[in-house]
């Protein structure tokens, strides 16, 4: 698929008149070439295009010229630079796995809710998603139509169509479903704690003690930290939260263990910083490492170390969701290496300890409790995450008895 040039196009001539190449035809910029009126409707264009790349789409001519690749490379410019890396992926795969095998050279205004349902046959056939994805994917692709209707690409009566077509239901032919979470053993989580570096540690400590998301531990910014209110406490205020929208903004309280946690990653950072960083977590790998070397080292790897260190770190300042997990991966699987067949540790994932937390605080303390710790706006909601009510249900049934059953005298 090509890709638009991320440099506007050049303030160009033709017959004297002032215009730029847009897809190689010219857009003439109302004036003669220097002239003060081009100049600054030139200045115009670039500003409009650094907001809106699909300006580079000739004005009039859109609805009769763009093309889905048109379309889709105007979309992606535009995921870039104002969505999360994540979210630009999952764009990206839609785009470039799905939409553009199938109907690149389309025109956007023929796409039709039969073509929508082809694209979604494929993603059905390629066995890469569950249904629920499957359903979010096919929501993405009308998002980039409705994109299109916003900056003039689609005619709005195509964006209207595509949103005519209605998810599938559970037991579509073809499709699966992903396994529920479960709850990740406490005793699980203690086995794979020694070989996690301290950092990586941390962050699943603290997650298991607040239930927090993976996200709200791994965008955890020193600056998010409130240790002055003096009542023994301390506080964290995500910037950003999932369900902020109806809860409001959440803050979680940090007793003493959660301090005790945070306190070795406050130190010497600024605001912006990560409280946990990867960057952090390999420091402390390599330390580990070198602790555990039986030769000694050379005096050519301590020339590589030393220029390594002098320039920057290809890792990451903040974990996200995919690092998070191949860490934890990462450290199940070099226990295992180690451990017997019957003492392996099983595979388990961050958002696991969410539903552990709201499981064990329901149980021994209650339903709202763990709705309040788990931020949730209603109790209904909790209980996705929380098995404690299988536990009451099979502590029922072992001390349940028959009352049409006739009692021997």
Not at 19 to 36: A, D, E, F, R
Request: aromatic share 10%; hydrophobic share 35%.
């Amino acid at each position: 698929m090509p890709k638009l040039n991320n440099r506007p196009p050049k303030y160009s001539q033709l017959n004297g008149y002032a215009v730029v190449y847009v897809q190689g035809k010219p857009k003439y910029l109302g004036g003669l070439y220097n002239s003060p009126e081009s100049l600054i409707a030139y200045s115009h264009f670039v500003a409009e295009l650094q907001t809106n790349s699909a300006a580079l789409i000739p004005v009039g001519e859109k609805d009769k010229v763009a093309t889905i690749r048109e379309l889709n490379a105007a979309f992606l410019d535009y995921a870039k630079e104002n969505m999360t890396p994540v979210n630009y992926s999952f764009y990206r795969v839609i785009i470039l796995d799905f939409i553009s095998k199938l109907y690149d050279t389309t025109l956007v205004n023929e796409f039709s809710p039969r073509s929508l349902k082809l694209v979604r046959a494929e993603m059905i056939k390629s066995r890469r998603f569950s249904r629920k994805v499957v359903n979010r994917c096919v929501k993405g692709v009308i998002y980039i139509f409705g994109w299109g209707v916003e900056n003039e690409i689609v005619q709005e009566s195509t964006w209207n169509t595509l949103k005519a077509v209605k998810s599938l239901q559970e037991g579509h032919h073809g499709t699966f479903e992903n396994k529920e979470r479960e709850p990740v053993p406490d005793e699980v989580v203690r086995r794979t704690l020694p070989f996690m570096p301290p950092t990586l540690r941390a962050m699943v400590q603290l997650q298991r003690i607040l239930g927090m998301r993976p996200s709200e531990i791994f965008n955890m910014r020193v600056g998010d930290i409130d240790t002055t209110r003096g009542n023994g406490l301390w506080y964290y205020v995500p910037g950003s939260y999932k369900t902020s929208r109806f809860v409001g903004k959440i803050t979680f309280p940090l007793g003493i263990p959660e301090q005790e946690l945070i306190t070795p990653y406050l130190e010497g950072k600024r605001p912006e910083n990560a409280v946990f960083s990867p960057r952090t977590a390999m420091a402390e790998r390599n330390t580990e490492k070198r602790a555990n070397r039986k030769t000694k080292v050379s005096p050519s790897q301590e020339a590589r170390d030393k220029e390594r260190s002098q320039k920057p770190s290809r890792w990451n300042e903040f974990y996200n969701r995919d690092s998070y997990r191949q860490a934890i991966q990462h450290a199940i699987d070099k226990g295992n290496r180690t451990l017997s067949d019957d003492e392996k540790i099983p595979r388990w994932y961050p958002y696991a300890l969410r539903h552990t937390a709201a499981t064990i605080v329901e149980t021994e303390v209650g339903l709202d409790q763990a709705s309040a710790l788990l931020g949730h706006r209603t109790p209904q909601i909790t209980r996705r995450y929380s098995k404690a009510q299988l536990s009451v249900r099979e502590s029922l049934a072992r001390n349940r008895r028959n009352p049409f059953e006739v009692e021997e005298s």
